[in-house]
C-alpha cells in the first residue's frame, strides 16, 4: 500500500485530521491499536478477509479498526451478523460508497444505492418481479439451456486443447444476461480476438479500482480532490462500457414496429427510464451477474480436480438419476449430493468474502458496543465459514456435512450467508444458483477433466485474489475429454 499521496498533505490538513481521529467514539468494539493519522491502515494489507479474521480471533467477534478518519466495524460470527443484517438492519442497510464509485450515475443504481429509499425499493422491485422471480427464472429456463448448449459444442471442439475455464463461463453467462437484458447476445465463443476478456478486464478495473486503498476514502476531506485519479480511470472504463451497447438502446427506444420478443430493456423504456439509469443498472448486473457465477464454478471445478472421490460421488449420482446428456433444470432436485457439494464450495469460497460494505445511517448498538453513525461496516462470511467452533475440519473440502442438513442459503442461517441477509441480500440468488447447478451438472455429466502436461492435481494452485468477487488467483486451465 503507497501512502505518496500524504506528501501533499499541508499542515493544516494534518491538524484537522488528528483533531478528527483524537474525537473517537466510547465503547467501540475491541481491535488493534491504531497509529495516529493512518490508524490501522498498515495492518489491513491485501487480503482484508484474511487479516480481519485474524484480528477477531485476539479480539472477538466484533472488532473495529480505524482506516485513516473512518471507523469499520468488521462482523466474524452468526450472532454479529444476525445483529447487523438483522437485528438493526434498519440503521445499518445504507451501503457505504467508495470514492472511486461516485458519479452522477449514482442516483441509478441498485447495488450501490446509498439509501433504502423509495427509489430503490422500486428499482429492485421491478428488477425482482421482471428478471428474478420463480416465474421469471422459469421463463429464462429454455435460454438458459440453449446458451449451455452451445458452451458445451464449443468444449466438444477443444478437445485435447488447454481452455481457460472462466473466461469461457464468463463469455456464456454474459451471453445469457445480455439476451435477457438487451435480447441479444454481445459475446462470441469462438472469438479469437480477445473481445470477452477484453470485456472481463474493464468490468474488472471498475471493480479493482473501487477496492484499492484510496485517500479519498480514509480521509473523506480529501474526497474531491480525487488524489489518486481512481474516480477518473473508472469513470473512462465506465464510458467505454456503455458505448459497446449505447447504440443497442437507442435502437429499441425508436423501433417503430414492436419487437417479436420482449426483453427487460423495452419494460425499462416503457417504465420512463433514461439511458443513463438504463446502462447503469446494466453495469451492476452484468458485473453481479458475471463475476459471481463465474468464480463460484471455477472454484467448484477446481474442488473437484483436487478431490476425486468428490468427483467419483457426483458422477454416480448423475448417471443414476439423469436419463440423458442434457440436463434439465427441473431434475436438479433430485441431486442432493450435487447441492451438497455446491453448498461446500460456497463455505469455503464464497462469492463475496466481506460481501458488499454497508454504512451506518444512525448510531445503534449491536453486541453491546456502540456503532456510530457513518461507520463503514463489513461481515466477513469467509471468515464464518471456516470457524471451527461452526464447523467440524472447516479447511476440509467435504461435500457430506450438508447432506440431511437443513442449512440454506437464503438469508436465515446466519453461520451459512454466502448471498447475505436482511434488505440488502442478493437479489439475484434464484437465477445465479440455477445457472451454477445446470453448468456444474453439465460438465461433470459430458467430460472428463485433465489438467495440463500431466500437472499432479494435489498441488494444484488455490491462492486466492481478494476483490469484491473472491477469485482464484491462477485462471483454472483444463483439458476436456467428452466422455463417450
Same mark, same amino acid.
Given at each position: 500500500?503507497? =501512502?505518496?499521496p500524504?506528501?501533499?498533505?499541508?499542515?493544516l490538513?494534518?491538524?484537522?485530521?488528528?483533531r478528527?481521529?483524537?474525537?473517537?467514539?466510547?465503547?467501540?468494539p475491541?481491535g488493534?491499536?491504531?497509529?495516529?493519522?493512518?490508524?490501522?491502515l498498515?495492518?489491513?494489507?491485501?487480503n482484508?478477509h484474511?487479516?480481519?479474521?485474524?484480528?477477531a480471533?485476539?479480539?472477538g467477534?466484533?472488532?473495529?479498526?480505524?482506516?485513516?478518519t473512518?471507523?469499520?466495524?468488521?462482523?466474524?460470527?452468526?450472532?454479529a451478523?444476525?445483529?447487523?443484517?438483522?437485528?438493526?438492519d434498519?440503521?445499518?442497510?445504507?451501503?457505504f460508497? #467508495?470514492?472511486?464509485?461516485?458519479?452522477?450515475?449514482l442516483p441509478?443504481?441498485l447495488?450501490?444505492?446509498?439509501?433504502?429509499?423509495?427509489n430503490?425499493?422500486?428499482?429492485r422491485?421491478?428488477?425482482?418481479?421482471e428478471? +428474478?422471480s420463480v416465474k &421469471? !427464472?422459469?421463463s429464462q429456463s429454455s435460454?438458459?439451456?440453449?446458451?449451455?448448449?452451445?458452451?458445451?459444442?464449443f468444449?466438444?471442439s %477443444?478437445? $485435447?486443447?488447454?481452455?481457460?475455464?472462466e473466461?469461457? !463461463?464468463?463469455?456464456?453467462?454474459?451471453?445469457?444476461?445480455s439476451t435477457?437484458f438487451?435480447g441479444k447476445?454481445?459475446?462470441?465463443?469462438?472469438?479469437?480476438h480477445?473481445t470477452?476478456?477484453? /470485456?472481463?478486464? %474493464?468490468?474488472?478495473?471498475?471493480?479493482?479500482?473501487?477496492?484499492?486503498p484510496n !485517500?479519498s476514502?480514509f480521509?473523506?476531506?480529501?474526497? %474531491? /480532490?480525487?488524489?489518486?485519479g481512481?474516480?477518473?480511470q473508472?469513470?473512462?472504463h465506465?464510458?467505454e462500457i456503455?458505448?459497446?451497447?449505447?447504440d443497442?438502446?437507442?435502437e429499441?427506444?425508436l *423501433?417503430?414496429? #414492436?419487437q %417479436?420478443?420482449?426483453?427487460?430493456l423495452?419494460r425499462?423504456i &416503457?417504465?420512463?427510464?433514461?439511458?443513463?439509469?438504463i446502462?447503469m443498472?446494466?453495469?451492476?448486473? +452484468?458485473?453481479?451477474g458475471?463475476?459471481t457465477?463465474?468464480?463460484?464454478?471455477?472454484w467448484?471445478? *477446481?474442488e473437484?480436480?483436487?478431490?476425486?472421490?468428490?468427483?467419483?460421488?457426483?458422477?454416480?449420482?448423475?448417471?443414476?438419476?439423469i436419463?440423458?446428456s442434457?440436463?434439465?433444470e427441473?431434475?436438479i432436485?433430485k441431486?442432493p449430493?450435487?447441492?451438497?457439494?455446491?453448498?461446500?464450495?460456497l463455505?469455503?469460497h464464497?462469492p463475496?468474502?466481506? /460481501?458488499?460494505?454497508?454504512?451506518?445511517?444512525e448510531?445503534?448498538?449491536?453486541?453491546?458496543?456502540?456503532?456510530?453513525?457513518?461507520?463503514?461496516?463489513l !461481515?466477513?462470511?469467509?471468515?464464518i465459514?471456516?470457524d471451527p467452533k461452526l464447523?467440524?475440519?472447516?479447511?476440509l473440502f467435504?461435500?457430506?456435512? =450438508?447432506?440431511?442438513?437443513?442449512?440454506?442459503?437464503?438469508?436465515?442461517?446466519f453461520?451459512?450467508?454466502? =448471498?447475505? &441477509?436482511?434488505?440488502?441480500m442478493c437479489? $439475484?440468488?434464484? @437465477?445465479g444458483?440455477t445457472s451454477?447447478?445446470?453448468?456444474?451438472a @453439465?460438465?461433470i455429466?459430458?467430460?472428463d477433466?485433465?489438467?495440463?502436461?500431466?500437472?499432479d #492435481?494435489v498441488?494444484?494452485?488455490?491462492?486466492?485474489k481478494f476483490g469484491?468477487?473472491l477469485?482464484?488467483?491462477k485462471?483454472?486451465q /483444463?483439458?476436456f475429454?467428452?466422455?463417450?
Amino acid at each position: 500500500m503507497s =501512502f505518496s499521496p500524504f506528501l501533499l498533505l499541508s499542515p493544516l490538513f494534518l491538524l484537522l485530521i488528528i483533531r478528527k481521529y483524537f474525537k473517537s467514539e466510547k465503547n467501540l468494539p475491541p481491535g488493534p491499536r491504531p497509529w495516529p493519522i493512518i490508524g490501522n491502515l498498515h495492518q489491513v494489507g491485501e487480503n482484508p478477509h484474511v487479516s480481519t479474521a485474524i484480528f477477531a480471533q485476539e479480539h472477538g467477534p466484533l472488532i473495529s479498526l480505524h482506516l485513516g478518519t473512518q471507523v469499520l466495524i468488521v462482523a466474524s460470527s452468526p450472532e454479529a451478523a444476525m445483529g447487523i443484517l438483522k437485528a438493526q438492519d434498519r440503521f445499518l442497510s445504507s451501503r457505504f460508497v #467508495p470514492n472511486a464509485f461516485y458519479s452522477h450515475y449514482l442516483p441509478y443504481t441498485l447495488i450501490w444505492s446509498q439509501d433504502c429509499n423509495e427509489n430503490w425499493r422500486s428499482l429492485r422491485t421491478l428488477c425482482r418481479t421482471e428478471i +428474478f422471480s420463480v416465474k &421469471a !427464472v422459469e421463463s429464462q429456463s429454455s435460454l438458459r439451456e440453449k446458451r449451455l448448449g452451445q458452451m458445451i459444442v464449443f468444449l466438444c471442439s %477443444k478437445e $485435447g486443447q488447454v481452455v481457460n475455464i472462466e473466461e469461457v !463461463v464468463f463469455t456464456t453467462m454474459f451471453n445469457t444476461l445480455s439476451t435477457i437484458f438487451f435480447g441479444k447476445d454481445f459475446l462470441d465463443l469462438k472469438d479469437e480476438h480477445g473481445t470477452a476478456s477484453g /470485456l472481463k478486464e %474493464k468490468l474488472s478495473k471498475i471493480l479493482v479500482n473501487g477496492l484499492a486503498p484510496n !485517500v479519498s476514502d480514509f480521509f473523506p476531506i480529501l474526497q %474531491k /480532490l480525487d488524489l489518486q485519479g481512481l474516480r477518473k480511470q473508472n469513470l473512462k472504463h465506465v464510458k467505454e462500457i456503455f458505448d459497446s451497447w449505447e447504440d443497442v438502446i437507442n435502437e429499441r427506444r425508436l *423501433a417503430i414496429v #414492436p419487437q %417479436k420478443e420482449q426483453c427487460f430493456l423495452d419494460r425499462l423504456i &416503457a417504465n420512463g427510464f433514461s439511458n443513463d439509469q438504463i446502462n447503469m443498472l446494466a453495469l451492476e448486473l +452484468f458485473t453481479a451477474g458475471t463475476d459471481t457465477t463465474t468464480s463460484t464454478i471455477e472454484w467448484a471445478m *477446481a474442488e473437484l480436480i483436487k478431490n476425486k472421490n468428490v468427483m467419483f460421488e457426483l458422477q454416480q449420482e448423475l448417471k443414476h438419476k439423469i436419463n440423458s446428456s442434457t440436463i434439465v433444470e427441473s431434475e436438479i432436485s433430485k441431486l442432493p449430493y450435487l447441492n451438497a457439494f455446491i453448498k461446500e464450495t460456497l463455505r469455503l469460497h464464497p462469492p463475496a468474502p466481506l /460481501l458488499l460494505p454497508h454504512r451506518a445511517i444512525e448510531t445503534c448498538e449491536v453486541m453491546n458496543y456502540t456503532v456510530p453513525r457513518g461507520a463503514q461496516i463489513l !461481515v466477513n462470511i469467509w471468515a464464518i465459514g471456516r470457524d471451527p467452533k461452526l464447523w467440524e475440519d472447516p479447511l476440509l473440502f467435504k461435500p457430506e456435512r =450438508f447432506l440431511g442438513s437443513n442449512l440454506e442459503f437464503r438469508g436465515q442461517d446466519f453461520e451459512f450467508i454466502p =448471498f447475505g &441477509a436482511g434488505r440488502r441480500m442478493c437479489p $439475484g440468488l434464484p @437465477s445465479g444458483i440455477t445457472s451454477v447447478q445446470t453448468i456444474l451438472a @453439465s460438465l461433470i455429466l459430458r467430460f472428463d477433466w485433465v489438467l495440463p502436461n500431466d500437472q499432479d #492435481p494435489v498441488k494444484l494452485d488455490m491462492n486466492e485474489k481478494f476483490g469484491v468477487t473472491l477469485q482464484k488467483k491462477k485462471p483454472l486451465q /483444463l483439458i476436456f475429454k467428452p466422455l463417450k
